[in-house]
C-alpha cells in the first residue's frame, strides 16, 4: 500500500476510518452530542473517499465505480438534509444504505482477486 499513489493512499484510510467509525455509530445510541459530532466526522471522512475515488482510474478513463462516487455523494446529501429537517426515518435508512452499500460492499468489491486491497492482504 505505500507503494500505490497518494489517491489511493487516501482513498483507502479514509474508507477503512469510515468503515469503523460508521460501524459504530450505528451500534451506539443516536441524538447524542457526541453522535451528531462524529456523525458529522463520518460525513467528512465519507466526502474525502468519493472526492478522491477520481483520481483512481484504470486505463486513464472513469469507470461505473466512480458513478457510485456520485451516487454516494447525493446520498449524503439527502441524509444531511433528512436529519437537518426532521426526517429522522430517511436519515437513518439512507445513512445505513451508505454504510451498507458504499462501504461495505465496495469494499467487498476491492477485496476480489487482481486488484490492489487483494494484493495487498492477501499477496500476488
Given at each position: 500500500m505505500l507503494q500505490a499513489s497518494f489517491a489511493i493512499q487516501i482513498h483507502t484510510a479514509a474508507a477503512v476510518l469510515a468503515f469503523l467509525l460508521g460501524g459504530w455509530l450505528l451500534l451506539r445510541r443516536k441524538g447524542t452530542g457526541p453522535h451528531r459530532a462524529l456523525g458529522r466526522l463520518w460525513v467528512g471522512l465519507m466526502l474525502v473517499?468519493?472526492?478522491?475515488?477520481?483520481?483512481?482510474?484504470?486505463?486513464?478513463?472513469?469507470?461505473?465505480?466512480?458513478?457510485?462516487?456520485?451516487?454516494?455523494?447525493?446520498?449524503?446529501?439527502?441524509?444531511?438534509?433528512?436529519?437537518?429537517?426532521?426526517?429522522?426515518?430517511?436519515?437513518?435508512?439512507?445513512?445505513?444504505?451508505?454504510?451498507?452499500?458504499?462501504?461495505?460492499?465496495?469494499?467487498?468489491?476491492?477485496?476480489?482477486p487482481g486488484r490492489l486491497l487483494h494484493m495487498v492482504l492477501f499477496g500476488g
Amino acid at each position: 500500500m505505500l507503494q500505490a499513489s497518494f489517491a489511493i493512499q487516501i482513498h483507502t484510510a479514509a474508507a477503512v476510518l469510515a468503515f469503523l467509525l460508521g460501524g459504530w455509530l450505528l451500534l451506539r445510541r443516536k441524538g447524542t452530542g457526541p453522535h451528531r459530532a462524529l456523525g458529522r466526522l463520518w460525513v467528512g471522512l465519507m466526502l474525502v473517499v468519493v472526492i478522491s475515488s477520481y483520481w483512481i482510474r484504470t486505463g486513464g478513463g472513469f469507470s461505473w465505480i466512480h458513478g457510485l462516487s456520485v451516487f454516494t455523494f447525493l446520498m449524503l446529501v439527502l441524509a444531511v438534509w433528512a436529519i437537518r429537517t426532521g426526517r429522522r426515518t430517511t436519515h437513518l435508512g439512507t445513512m445505513i444504505g451508505i454504510y451498507l452499500g458504499a462501504l461495505v460492499g465496495a469494499g467487498i468489491g476491492a477485496l476480489m482477486p487482481g486488484r490492489l486491497l487483494h494484493m495487498v492482504l492477501f499477496g500476488g
